[in-house]
């Protein structure tokens, strides 16, 4: 059974974790319990909720964030997108370079791009996708019961 | 509430219940900034009850231990399940915290 999720989030921090839980809880409906979706995906989609606050959107509580999740086959897509004029993912160091890691932030693209199976961003630079592969066995067993 | 703060002798022990994240990253910072104001200069942060930390509960996290550090005292980090020493593991923050198996562990020796 595929499913897609489409709501807009307002440009506030306190809404991050239910917003993460709605996605994982209706995601979990369909049977993928998986240890990735319960922490990689937890993580990977608070991250990019949080960036497209802070630094797309710049905190502005006028400003809204866009999410498009989409389970289909053996992929969960998930989309984030902010208002922002978006950023340079090139400038982005090395967290765990020697110099870095005592710096209190840095991490949230690498923690994605290391838990998640791919991370796309526009060419913008105000939208980011997650893709997560489900366990071969999860995806046969959500197909057979569709 | 997601933080519980107990004392072990001369450790602050805090139990974070739920999350580490952006949304209440600060409320743990401040109280954690609050004891060191007072005087307190021993943390064990434990993470029995802790789903998962996103990168700014890490980030809370490194600048605390640092400001601790600057006072002559020390954190130390306990009981992270598998799924939180890989965050640890990959960001390489292993490196810099002193991470125990239990809170027994890490009260030890402090």
Redesign the interface.
């Known amino acids: 059974m595929d499913r897609e999720l489409v709501f807009e989030l307002p440009n506030d921090?306190?809404c991050?974790?239910e917003a993460v839980e709605f996605v994982v809880g209706r995601c979990a409906t369909c049977e993928e319990t998986g240890?990735k979706l319960r922490?990689n995906f937890?993580?990977s989609f608070?991250?990019a909720l949080?960036n497209a606050m802070?630094y797309g959107n710049g905190r502005d509580p006028s400003k809204r964030v866009r999410v498009e999740v989409a389970l289909r086959g053996s992929a969960l897509k998930a989309r984030v997108i902010d208002q922002g004029h978006g950023f340079d993912r090139t400038t982005v160091p090395d967290?765990?370079a020697p110099e870095n890691?005592?710096?209190?932030?840095?991490?949230?693209i690498?923690?994605m791009r290391?838990?998640m199976d791919e991370v796309h961003f526009n060419e913008r630079g105000n939208a980011v996708t997650l893709v997560l592969r489900l366990p071969e066995t999860e995806s046969i067993r959500r197909e057979a019961s569709a | 509430m997601a933080f519980q703060v107990n004392r072990a002798g001369d450790v602050m022990v805090i139990d974070v219940d739920g999350q580490l994240i952006v949304g209440n990253r600060q409320e743990l910072k401040q109280m954690i900034l609050d004891q060191v104001e007072s005087g307190e200069r021993k943390f064990l942060v434990d993470f029995t009850h802790t789903g998962y930390i996103d990168s700014s509960g890490l980030g809370v996290l490194v600048s605390l231990s640092k400001k601790i550090r600057e006072q002559g005292g020390e954190l130390r980090l306990s009981t992270l399940n598998e799924d939180l020493r890989t965050l640890f593991e990959l960001t390489k923050l292993d490196t810099l915290f002193r991470i125990a198996d239990s809170r027994e562990e890490g009260l030890k020796g402090f």
């Open positions: 921090l306190q991050i974790e240890r922490f937890r993580v608070t991250e949080a802070i967290p765990t890691i005592e710096c209190p932030g840095g991490r949230g690498f923690l290391k838990l």
